[in-house]
């Protein structure tokens, strides 16, 4: 690792700490040839096979854009878009795979994003699982209501998603 001040081409490491979250490394290093520091992070590699076959980099932001799609008119803020996009890269990460289908992300999203909006979870599974039919989100719906969760106690927003009304 070269030097960012006078590009030396090593340094020397002075300390290794985890971060918080225990997803990356942080290493503090000196360069040996001028005498000053400079922190460096590692992180294990992580990257999404898309169904169009390419490899690329996981990144939070896409994440962030495929569930705001589904999260339009609810109210879900930049915020829990932001902290959803972090739960889901732990949760891929813990599993200790360092390579994923972007099924297998969208399966990773799901449970988050059903905590944070049950009606936002089903848009997203509709999608997501290619709902075809009424009964696909009646089933979706039913087992909402068999395993409520998520903390809000209130299924009033899942009873107004299944009693569609054609005035609506
Ligand atoms: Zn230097």
Do not use: W
Request: aromatic letters at 6%.
């Amino acid at each position: 690792m070269h030097c960012p001040f006078c590009r030396h081409p090593d340094s020397r490491v002075i300390d290794s700490r985890t971060a918080d979250d225990g997803l990356s490394i942080r290493r503090r290093r000196q360069c040996p040839e001028c005498g000053r520091r400079f922190t460096t992070t590692e992180t294990a590699s992580l990257t999404v096979i898309k169904r169009s076959g390419v490899v690329e980099p996981f990144s939070r932001e896409k994440v962030m854009s495929g569930v705001r799609k589904a999260c339009q008119g609810r109210p879900v803020t930049e915020a829990d878009l932001a902290v959803l996009a972090q739960q889901v890269e732990e949760s891929v990460r813990s599993s200790g795979i360092a390579q994923f289908d972007a099924n297998e992300i969208g399966l990773a999203i799901l449970p988050h994003l059903r905590e944070l909006d049950e009606v936002a979870y089903l848009r997203f599974a509709s999608v997501y699982q290619a709902f075809e039919s009424l009964a696909d989100f009646d089933a979706a719906i039913a087992e909402l209501r068999a395993h409520p969760g998520g903390g809000s106690d209130s299924d009033a927003s899942d009873s107004r998603a299944d009693a569609r009304t054609p005035e609506e």
